[in-house]
C-alpha cells in the first residue's frame, strides 16, 4: 500500500480531530453549556462508525433522556455550537473534511432509533469549502433556521458531523476505517408555531448505507464536482392540511314568486252550469251550494290584504249565487220532465 502524506497527516490526526457539542444559540443568544442539561451527550469525543448501531442516531448516550430543553419558536435561528477539546478550541481537525447535517424527530426517551427522523438543514461541498471548513471559521457554530410552521411542542433535533479523511472504504469492508460520525441530540421545546409536523420518517440504520456514494467517499481523490449528501431531501414544512373551504354564499337575489293562477271562472262573469248524470235530492243540492259558498277562516291580515280578501268573497259570492240559480233551473227542468 503507498502511502501519502496526506494519508498520513489523517491517521496521525484520528485521535486527536475528534469534536463534541456544546450549547446553543437561539436567535444569537447563548443558551449556556447544555452538556448533560439539554444535550444528549456521549461520554467523550470518539466517532460512531458501525451504521447497524444504535449510536449512529443519537451516540453513545442517546437512551438517557436530559433533564432540561432549550425553547424556541418556529423559524427562529438555532446555532448549534461544536469544539474539539476545550470550547473556542480549533473545533474539530482539518482532515476531517465533510458534511454538517441537521434532523428533527418529534420527543422520545429512547434512544431514537427507528423511522422518525426528517431532515430540516443540510451543508456539504459548495464548490470551494467543505461545511466543516465553514464551522472552523464560524468559531464552531453551525447554524440553521427551524421551518416556519413547525408545530409547538416537544422535539429532538440531530445535528452531525460526517468525516471524510479514512471513508475511501467502508467501516464494513474494513473495521480499521470507514466514514466517522459525530452526531449530537439536542432536546428543544417549540413554544409557537404554526402546524406542519415532520413527515420524512427517515431511519438512520436503514437509510445510511455502506453503498451511499455520500458515506463511503474519497476525499483525496474527489475532483471538485459533485457531492452528493446522504439521507432525504430537506423538509421545510407545509404539509399542514388546507383548511376547510367556506361554503359558497347564495345569491342576494330575492326570487320572485310567481302570481297564482286564476281558479277558472274568475275572469269571468258567467259561472259554468253544472254537469249531473244523477239527479241528487234537493238537500244534497242545498248542502253542496252551502260548501261553495264557506269562507275558510284565517288569522287576522293587514288592512290591505282584507280589502283584497273582502273583494274575493264578494266575487265568489256572486259566482255560488249564479251556480245555484243555474243548478235550481237544471233541478226545474229535469222535474218537469219527470212529469
Given at each position: ?219 483525496y481523490t474527489f ?19 388546507p383548511a376547510p ?15 297564482p293562477t286564476p ?77
Amino acid at each position: 500500500m503507498r502511502f501519502t502524506a496526506a494519508s498520513a497527516l489523517a491517521m496521525a490526526s484520528t485521535v486527536s480531530g475528534h469534536a463534541l457539542m456544546y450549547g446553543v444559540w437561539v436567535n444569537g443568544v447563548d443558551q449556556g453549556d447544555g452538556q448533560r442539561l439539554y444535550i444528549r451527550s456521549p461520554p467523550n469525543n470518539s466517532p460512531v462508525k458501525d451504521l447497524a448501531s444504535p449510536d449512529i442516531v443519537c451516540g453513545p448516550n442517546g437512551a438517557n433522556p436530559a433533564p432540561a430543553f432549550v425553547e424556541a419558536a418556529a423559524g427562529d435561528t438555532l446555532s448549534f455550537e461544536w469544539y474539539h477539546n476545550t470550547r473556542d478550541d480549533d473545533i474539530i481537525d482539518g482532515s476531517h473534511l465533510g458534511p454538517i447535517i441537521t434532523y428533527i424527530a418529534q420527543y422520545t426517551d429512547g434512544d431514537g432509533t427507528g423511522p422518525i427522523w426528517t431532515k430540516i438543514a443540510e451543508d456539504g461541498w459548495d464548490g470551494s469549502r467543505w461545511a466543516v471548513d465553514k464551522i472552523k471559521a464560524n468559531n464552531g457554530l453551525q447554524d440553521f433556521d427551524l421551518p416556519a410552521d413547525l408545530a409547538p411542542g416537544q422535539y429532538l433535533i440531530r445535528q452531525e458531523i460526517i468525516a471524510h479523511h479514512e471513508s475511501e472504504v467502508s467501516f464494513e469492508a474494513n473495521p480499521a476505517r470507514g466514514a466517522q460520525f459525530y452526531p449530537s441530540c439536542v432536546q428543544v421545546e417549540i413554544t409557537s408555531g404554526g402546524s406542519s409536523v415532520p413527515d420524512q420518517s427517515f431511519d438512520f440504520n436503514t437509510g445510511y448505507t455502506y453503498a451511499d456514494p455520500g458515506i463511503v467517499f474519497n476525499v483525496y481523490t474527489f475532483d471538485g464536482g459533485e457531492y452528493l449528501i446522504p439521507g432525504p431531501e430537506v423538509w421545510t414544512g407545509g404539509n399542514a392540511s388546507p383548511a376547510p373551504e367556506e361554503p359558497e354564499v347564495p345569491s342576494s337575489t330575492v326570487p320572485v314568486a310567481p302570481a297564482p293562477t286564476p281558479a277558472p271562472g274568475d275572469d269571468d262573469d258567467t259561472a259554468p252550469e253544472p254537469v249531473f248524470s244523477t239527479v241528487l235530492p234537493s238537500t244534497t243540492l242545498v248542502t253542496v251550494t252551502t260548501s261553495l259558498a264557506q269562507e275558510p277562516s284565517s288569522a287576522p291580515t293587514p288592512p290591505a290584504e282584507c280589502r283584497r280578501r273582502r273583494r274575493r268573497r264578494s266575487t265568489q259570492s256572486k259566482k255560488a249565487k249564479k251556480a245555484r240559480r243555474s243548478t235550481e233551473r237544471v233541478v226545474r227542468r229535469v222535474g218537469r220532465a219527470q212529469f
